[in-house]
Structures are given as C-alpha cells and as structure tokens.
C-alpha cells in the first residue's frame, strides 16, 4: 500500500464550488506540505504543517484553506473553486530534523480542473 | 531570495549513454539540503537524490550522481547508462529553512533507442 495517498484522483468541479482534497499518510511523518504544479512552474507551496496545532501560509495560499485533522491527515479545500486553479495538486510528508531526513516523499497528486 | 535554477527545458541522450541535468541555486543558508526528484508522464514524484552542503563527498544512488560544486552553487544530476525508462521530468529542489522545498522549473529528458 501506498505511503501517501491523495483523494480523489481527478476532479472536475464548477465554478464557485467549494471542493475538498485529501491526504493521508502511514509513515508516521509529523510535517504534511500541500503544492500545486502548473505547466512550466514547476510546484509551489500553498500550506504546510509541522504538526497537528501548527498551521503555516506557503508562497501561494490566497483561495485556499487546509485543515489537520490528526497527524495523518491534511486536507486541502478550495472555498470557492475558480478556473486558474485547476492544476495538478500534490501532498507531501516529511520527517523533522535535518539532513536526508527531511526528504519529502509525495502523494499521487490530484488532477483538478475547474470548469 | 532562495531561488533554483534549471537551464534546460528539454534533453535529449541515446540510450546507453549518460547524461548531466545542470541546476543552480542560490542560498544565503549556511546549512541546505538538495534533492532531485523525477517525474514521469504518470505524473508521481519520486525522490531520487540528496546531498547536503556540508556533505564531503558527492551523493550516489545506482545510476544517479550528484556532481556537487558548492563554489559555484552548482548541483548538477548525472545519470550514467540511460534507460528508456528514465524519460521523464527531473526537478532539482532546495530545502529552504521553513522545512518545504522550492523547485526549479524541470528538464524534460528524453532517452532515444
């Protein structure tokens, strides 16, 4: 079975919805990172987490929220979805401390696209 | 700013032989880790390579190598002996003091019969 996993798969949503993504995670990680990664920009950050209480804004957080229900799980939700965030959205745990350690394992990704 | 560079949006190498993905970084960290991660058209990130700064020797794993030039901010992945299976988008990243990585934009390798 798969380390991190990532609910749903593909999505298409409207306009306006809000939507929910998924993450969980067995490798017993305390740091859960959400990206997304659009053609020709590689991946950047939207929210991350150190542990359950601790909640931080990435590089590209305005439109999205996240929520850490257990040291397992981070979600990602889109209040209200809009076309320039379809993309392909990726889940990421790492461990703490330093070094090779802090190597970030990811998730299959979400395709989402907004219509 | 912490920043990673990749020069080469595409790659192309005959297979069997090797090849060298160029990335350059920029850091005013002391201590950083970097990491290449491959990515192909299925889409999932694999982790294939670390080396930190402070590591004395070039990282390895199999066919990967990292050719590490600190004074030149230069993490450079080779892949020696190329495999059909090795095309793909390879990204070179930074971990930045925060703990999450910035990327560079990727190089597209593709690997000729």
């Known amino acids: 079975d798969a380390d991190v996993t990532q609910t749903p798969r593909n999505r298409i949503t409207k306009t306006g919805k809000r939507i929910m993504l998924e993450c969980s995670q067995t490798?017993?990680?305390?740091?859960m990172y959400w990206y997304r990664q659009d053609p020709g920009l590689g991946l950047r950050l939207i929210y991350y987490?150190?542990?359950?209480?601790?909640?931080n804004k990435g590089e590209i957080s305005d439109g999205y929220s996240v929520s850490r229900q257990a040291q397992a799980k981070f979600s990602l939700s889109l209040e209200s979805a809009i076309p320039n965030q379809t993309a392909l959205y990726f889940c990421?745990?790492?461990?703490?401390?330093?070094?090779?350690?802090?190597?970030?394992?990811f998730g299959p990704g979400t395709r989402l696209l907004v219509l | 700013a912490q920043k990673i560079t990749q020069t080469q949006p595409g790659m192309f190498v005959q297979e069997k032989e090797a090849v060298t993905l160029d990335c350059t970084y920029d850091?005013?960290?002391?201590?950083?880790?970097l990491f290449w991660y491959k990515q192909p058209s299925s889409g999932e990130m694999i982790f294939l390579i670390y080396?930190?700064?402070?590591?004395?020797q070039n990282a390895t794993e199999g066919r990967y190598s990292l050719n590490f030039q600190k004074a030149r901010k230069s993490a450079n992945l080779v892949i020696s002996a190329s495999q059909l299976g090795d095309s793909a988008m390879y990204f070179c990243?930074?971990?930045?003091?925060?703990?999450?990585?910035?990327f560079g934009k990727g190089t597209k390798l593709s690997v000729k019969p």
């Open positions: 990421a745990t790492s461990d703490q401390g330093g070094g090779v350690e802090e190597t970030q394992y």
């Open positions: 490798k017993g990680h305390d740091r």
């Open positions: 987490s150190f542990d359950v209480k601790d909640i």
């Open positions: 850091t005013s960290d002391p201590s950083y880790g």
């Open positions: 080396q930190g700064s402070y590591d004395q």
């Open positions: 990243a930074m971990v930045r003091s925060q703990g999450n990585l910035i």
